[in-house]
Nanobody
Framework: HVQLVESGGGSVQAGGSLKLSCKDS????????MGWFHQAPGKERERIAF???????KYADSVKGRFTIFKDNSANTVNLEMHNLKPEDTGMYTC???????????????WGQGTQVTVS
């Protein structure tokens, strides 16, 4: 049974940094993709970063150059380092995991509860 638990959200001033972490109850390499999603107030959830089982990463244009996604296999976590945060980064950040280890495309099926980030 896959459970994803996010942590690391909070309030920060514009220009600041935060690191989010997503703990997987199973082996993170049992998912082809793991990713982070952002839902701003009043908007739809958007995928902002993902990392594949073979290490490929991809970012939304809105976070490219500011956010970094990386896996920590020893801790079974997928992390998101966020720098130069902007007020528009405010929202709920949710971790997602692929339904299987097979690629070649991502199919997110498991979700965490999310962690709130507020940038003022």
């Amino acid at each position: 049974h896959v459970q994803l638990v996010e942590s690391g959200g909070g309030s920060v001033q514009a220009g600041g940094s935060l690191k989010l972490s997503c703990k997987d109850s199973t082996n993170i390499d049992s998912h082809y993709c793991m990713g982070w999603f952002h839902q701003a107030p009043g908007k739809e959830r958007e995928r902002i970063a993902f990392v594949s089982r073979d290490g490929i990463t991809k970012y939304a244009d809105s976070v490219k150059g500011r956010f970094t996604i990386f896996k920590d296999n020893s801790a079974n976590t997928v992390n998101l380092e966020m720098h130069n945060l902007k007020p528009e980064d405010t929202g709920m950040y949710t971790c997602g995991a692929d339904r299987s280890w097979r690629g070649p495309t991502c199919s997110f099926a498991y979700w965490g509860q999310g962690t709130q980030v507020t940038v003022s």
